[in-house]
């Protein structure tokens, strides 16, 4: 069997899944209506993501709890927007809703437009505008 080649479901460990899911909320994400008091998902186009307690989360991979403070984990999640306006827009609608601001929207070498916020939770979502890889319809 071949693996299929997709993401299905990425899952955030967070410090409280009440307060992630508040801030997902004010960027107009809605929660689908598989949630839970314990763990929320919220579909994407083609996957979905999930909020559930961080300490929960690593007793379900067999992992010893981690500690408030993090470090880069080494992991970023993108989206990828039409234009270099709706980066400079998303950058500040994320930063409002409680976004922690990394690296402020600029102009990058590889010719797009680029931005990193990090949320609550310290996980980090580049925000940018790549001209060479355009959205297509089903995200």
Do not use: C
């Not at 929320?40 to 307690?53: D, H, V």
């Not at 379900?60 to 080494?74: N, S």
């Not at 790549?130 to 319809?137: E, F, I, L, V």
């Amino acid at each position: 069997m071949a693996i299929p080649q997709r993401v299905s479901l990425i899952t955030l460990g967070v410090a409280d899944v009440a307060r992630a899911t508040a801030f997902y909320e004010s960027l107009g994400w809605r929660r689908s209506p598989s949630s839970q008091d314990s763990i929320t998902f919220f579909s994407m186009q083609g996957s979905a993501l999930g909020i559930f307690g961080r300490g929960d989360l690593a007793a379900d991979a067999v992992q010893p709890t981690p500690g408030d403070e993090l470090p880069f984990r080494g992991v970023t999640f993108a989206i990828n927007f039409d234009s270099r306006d709706e980066v400079d827009t998303a950058f500040a609608e994320w930063v409002a809703a409680g976004a922690v601001p990394v690296k402020h929207p600029v102009a990058a070498e590889w010719g797009g437009y680029s931005s990193y916020v990090s949320d609550p939770d310290g996980h980090m979502w580049e925000l940018a505008h790549n001209p060479y890889s355009p959205n297509m319809p089903d995200g």
